[in-house]
């Protein structure tokens, strides 16, 4: 369970920690009230983060994602604008399903098996799926036996890396939430991260991610249920209708889905 659950939350609380990569820097100090909600929301999810992922049977989400900028292709920069909503189910011990839904295209991810995984992956809107093999260490699994290895996240790190303020509150899809600024102290670094947090549930509700003029990303998280009642149909994969293709053609079918989205932030 592991090994999806950070896979989840690479895109929930764990996105913050990769943004830092992309932030900026300034002046002043960390405030002590935006540390606390963020040390409440750390610790209400941290069995979410934990490598080993006890405490954890399910999780289910979703979440849409909005903006884009120049992403670098090889030598070159390409516009990429994102309007895309993800739903995402997670089961003990090895069930995962992805849904995407927006201008990228439509799809449908399933990955289930025990000592060897597949994943089924489906494109609605030309009726066709493809199945892979899907190589063990793909979400940090170790192998058979051995026993995972290194720290567990601890939130000082990210008072040791950024600058923390607090902006007062704002309305979310979800209700009122705590807005809080991360600003990394390293001043080589550019872009600025804000949280919204609920107010009294302490769960993230919008991460948005800004990195001058290149990047500009805003995530509504629409629902985050930790230990949710998913039932087992949802992963399995209805392929009814569907042509198989190959793992080449799957390829292309993902290539023209990803340059038709730059060909539209192009255009804009």
């Known amino acids: 369970m592991g090994k999806f659950v950070r896979s989840l939350s690479t895109v929930t609380l764990a996105f913050v920690l990769i943004a830092f990569c992309t932030s900026a820097v300034y002046s002043q100090e960390s405030s002590e009230k935006a540390k606390q909600i963020l040390e409440k929301t750390f610790n209400k999810y941290m069995d979410l983060i934990k490598k080993d992922g006890k405490g954890v049977k399910s999780v289910a989400a979703k979440l849409s994602l909005k903006g884009g900028g120049q992403f670098p292709m090889g030598d070159n920069a390409m516009p990429l604008e994102l309007d895309v909503t993800l739903e995402i189910y ?152 569907y042509t198989e293709v190959t793992q080449d053609q799957l390829m292309v079918l993902v290539m023209m889905q990803v340059m038709g989205a730059m060909g539209q932030g192009g255009a804009q």
Do not use: C
């Open 90 to 241: 997670v089961q003990r011990p090895n069930d995962f399903y992805i849904s995407i839904a927006g201008n990228v295209g439509n799809a449908t991810i399933i990955i289930t098996g025990d000592e060897k995984k597949t994943a089924t992956i489906m494109f609605p809107s030309t009726k066709q799926f493809a199945t892979v093999d899907v190589p063990d260490d793909m979400f940090g699994q170790q192998p058979e036996g051995e026993e995972e290895t290194g720290e567990e996240p601890k939130i000082e790190e990210l008072w040791e890396k950024a600058i923390v303020t607090y902006e007062g509150t704002e309305d979310t899809k979800l209700g009122k939430a705590h807005k809080i600024m991360l600003k990394p102290k390293d001043d080589s670094e550019e872009g600025i991260v804000t949280i919204h947090i609920l107010d009294g549930k302490w769960d993230p509700a919008r991460f948005e991610l800004s990195k001058t003029d290149e990047v500009s990303l805003v995530v509504e998280i629409e629902k985050l249920e930790v230990n949710a009642n998913i039932s087992g149909k949802q992963f399995v994969p209805d392929t009814e209708g």
